[in-house]
C-alpha cells in the first residue's frame, strides 16, 4: 500500500525555518517525481514546489522561490520542504504528492502537516 | 501563469441528483486537467485525469470531459458520501494551478 507521511510541522515565529519531512513506503521511491502542495486556513490548493526523480531538477511557485527549498534522501525514501525566512501567509497545511508515473496527475497524498506562523 | 475559474463556488444537491461543475483555464492546455476530491479534514485524492479519465477505484458515476480551455465534472446519482470539496487542476505548465475549489453540500 502507498503511503505518505509528512511530518515537522508547528509553530514558528515569523522570519523563521522550518524543515518538513514526507516518509514515503510501498512504491518505488525513486522513480517518481515529487511534489508539495500547501492549502492555507478555509482557501484552496496551492502548488508549491516539485522535485524528479533524482533530486537535481526542482520548480517552485513563485511565492516561496528562494525561501522554500525541496530535496530528496532517495536512500531513505524521504522528501524534504526547508522553510526559511517564513511570513504570515505561509501558515497552512502542507501535503506531500507523488506524480503518477504514466499520467501526468498527483495519484497519491499525504495526511498533511499543519504550519502555523505566529509571534 | 495559467489561471483556473470554477463555477460553481458552491451547490446543494439531493440524493440521486446529476450535478456538474465546471473549469474554465485562461489559456489552452490541451487535456492536461485533473480534478480531486477533498472530503472534510481529509486529503485530496484524484478522481479523474487528463480530463477524462476515471482513476482506478473512482466509482463510474463520477466523469469528465473536455478540452482546450472548457472542461466538465459530473456526478451522476450523487451519494450522501459525495459531500466535499473537488478541486479542478492543470498540469499543462508549470506553475500547476488550481481551482478555487466548489464545495458540494447535501440537501
Known amino acids: 500500500e502507498v503511503q505518505l507521511v509528512e511530518s515537522g510541522g508547528g509553530i514558528v515565529q515569523p522570519g523563521g525555518s522550518l524543515r518538513l519531512s514526507c516518509a514515503a513506503s510501498g512504491f518505488t521511491f525513486n522513480r517518481h517525481w515529487m511534489h508539495w502542495v500547501r492549502q492555507a486556513p478555509g482557501k484552496g490548493l496551492m502548488w508549491v514546489s516539485r522535485?524528479?526523480?533524482?533530486?537535481?531538477?526542482?520548480t517552485y511557485a513563485d511565492s516561496v522561490k528562494d525561501r522554500l527549498t525541496v530535496s530528496r534522501d532517495n536512500a531513505k525514501n524521504t522528501l524534504y520542504l526547508e522553510m526559511t525566512n517564513v511570513r504570515a501567509d505561509d501558515t497552512a497545511v502542507y501535503y506531500c504528492?507523488?506524480?503518477?508515473?504514466?499520467?501526468?496527475?498527483?495519484?497519491?497524498w499525504g495526511q498533511g502537516t499543519l504550519v502555523t506562523v505566529s509571534s | 501563469d495559467i489561471q483556473l475559474t470554477q463555477s460553481p463556488s458552491s451547490l446543494s444537491a439531493s440524493v440521486g441528483d446529476t450535478i456538474t461543475i465546471t473549469c474554465r483555464a485562461s489559456q489552452t492546455i490541451d487535456i492536461y486537467l485533473n480534478w480531486y476530491q477533498q472530503k472534510p479534514g481529509k486529503a485530496p485524492k484524484l478522481l479523474i485525469y487528463?480530463?477524462?479519465n476515471l482513476q482506478t477505484g473512482v466509482p463510474s458515476r463520477f466523469s469528465g470531459s473536455g478540452s482546450g480551455t472548457d472542461f466538465t465534472l459530473t456526478i451522476r446519482s450523487l451519494q450522501r458520501e459525495d459531500l466535499a470539496t473537488y478541486h479542478c487542476?492543470?498540469?499543462?505548465?508549470?506553475?500547476?494551478?488550481f481551482g478555487q475549489g466548489t464545495k458540494v453540500e447535501i440537501k
Open positions: 522535485i524528479n526523480t533524482d533530486g537535481t531538477r526542482t
Open positions: 487528463a480530463a477524462s
Open positions: 504528492a507523488r506524480d503518477g508515473l504514466t499520467v501526468r496527475a498527483f495519484d497519491s
Open positions: 487542476q492543470q498540469t499543462y505548465s508549470t506553475p500547476w494551478a
